[in-house]
């Protein structure tokens, strides 16, 4: 198969272009590197085509969606308060750079997207487990430009025909995340913090809880979501996630363990649209397509931490949002 993975070069695509090179597919990336980094390309991912393009240009996207079979859209501006900040940005290259994407494939007769959604998409609704037909008021811009992409997704498969999956991403972690970049996410911000004998910065009590996800979980439900018939997923949504809440708190406490010695941590005001709790229901997915998280949070912690105590090179972040 001849795969494209936007945002091939962050933290979720060097890892799901490092897999779908060692099974044998062609692949190609489009990345503009504003997050991403060639750092992340060194491995089996350094075999994969390089194209050096951006979302917002429509001769970049057509280039790459070129003879190409499935898409894998990762490609993204993360972090709620990087989009709180510079809402226009984020509604550019999340909402009308995936349309853009979309109008792309239906041209060049590709056979599948599968699109990274948000967990961020269920916005104010507080009941749990999060559920795929149930979502609330989105609390941020980019919440609202990820929900808006998934509305075109299902839009391309309704009047277009074009075969589009939404996968539900929720707080992927592991090797290569970002540590050091202002949106950086919590684990790998808490483990480098913890290695370097620095203050952890946590805004709120530490008792909010997130679905935690670790890397190859993930790219498990991507592969499941790439290869299942098209009756099964066409313009469907899913939830991709372990379907097991983790406090903050209960992270830092493993992290202190694998330290060996107390943390010091910042407890600081919440952030204006962060939500309090995250849960998903896995079950439609599981259902479905097969998807079964393998790795626990706490071995997916406890790879991450042996990664950065091995790996002193730049990382970088991702370019999808959870």
């Known amino acids: 198969m001849r795969y494209l993975v936007t945002g091939g070069a962050g933290f979720i695509g060097s890892h799901l272009v490092d897999r779908l090179v060692i099974e044998g597919h062609e692949v190609r990336i489009l990345d503009n590197l504003s997050t991403g980094t060639l750092a992340n390309l060194t491995?089996?991912?350094?075999?994969?085509?390089?194209?050096?393009?951006?979302?917002?240009?429509?001769?970049?996207?057509?280039?790459s969606v070129r003879d190409i079979d499935v898409i894998v859209h990762l490609g993204a501006l993360g972090s709620v308060p990087r989009s709180v900040?510079?809402?226009?940005?984020?509604?550019?290259?999340n909402a009308t750079g995936t349309l853009r994407l979309l109008l792309a494939a239906r041209d060049a007769e590709c056979e599948?997207?599968?699109?990274?959604?948000?967990?961020?998409?269920?916005?104010?609704?507080?009941?749990?487990?999060?559920?795929?037909?149930r979502c609330g008021q989105p609390l941020s811009p980019y919440a609202t430009s990820k929900l808006a992409a998934e509305h075109y997704c299902r839009q391309a498969t309704e009047?277009?025909?074009?075969?589009t999956v939404?996968?539900?991403?929720?707080?992927?972690?592991?090797?290569?995340q970002s540590a050091q970049h202002v949106y950086a996410a919590a684990i790998p911000r808490f483990i480098h913090a913890a290695r370097n004998f620095e203050p952890i910065t946590v805004h709120g009590d530490g008792e909010q809880?997130?679905?935690f996800t670790y890397i190859d979980n993930n790219l498990d439900g991507i592969a499941l979501a790439a290869a299942a018939p098209a009756a099964t997923v066409a313009g469907n949504v899913y939830n991709l996630a372990c379907g097991r809440q983790t406090t903050i708190n209960s992270v830092l406490a493993h992290i202190a363990e694998l330290h060996e010695q107390p943390l010091v941590i910042d407890y600081q005001d919440p952030r204006p649209a962060d939500v309090r709790h995250s849960l998903a229901?896995?079950?439609?997915?599981?259902?479905?397509?097969?998807?079964?998280?393998?790795?626990s949070v706490a071995d997916g912690i406890d790879r991450t931490w042996q990664a950065a105590t091995e790996d002193t090179t730049p990382v970088g972040v991702s370019l999808a949002g959870n």
């Open 281 to 295: 229901d896995i079950s439609r997915i599981t259902e479905a397509l097969g998807y079964e998280p393998t790795i």
């Open 112 to 133: 599948r997207v599968v699109f990274a959604a948000s967990s961020s998409t269920y916005g104010d609704d507080r009941n749990l487990p999060k559920i795929e037909d």
């Open 209 to 211: 809880s997130r679905d």
């Open 159 to 163: 009047l277009y025909g074009l075969t």
């Open 85 to 93: 900040a510079d809402p226009l940005t984020t509604h550019d290259v």
């Open 43 to 63: 491995g089996p991912a350094a075999e994969a085509e390089l194209l050096l393009g951006d979302l917002r240009s429509t001769e970049d996207v057509a280039a």
């Open 166 to 176: 939404r996968l539900r991403f929720f707080n992927v972690f592991g090797p290569r």
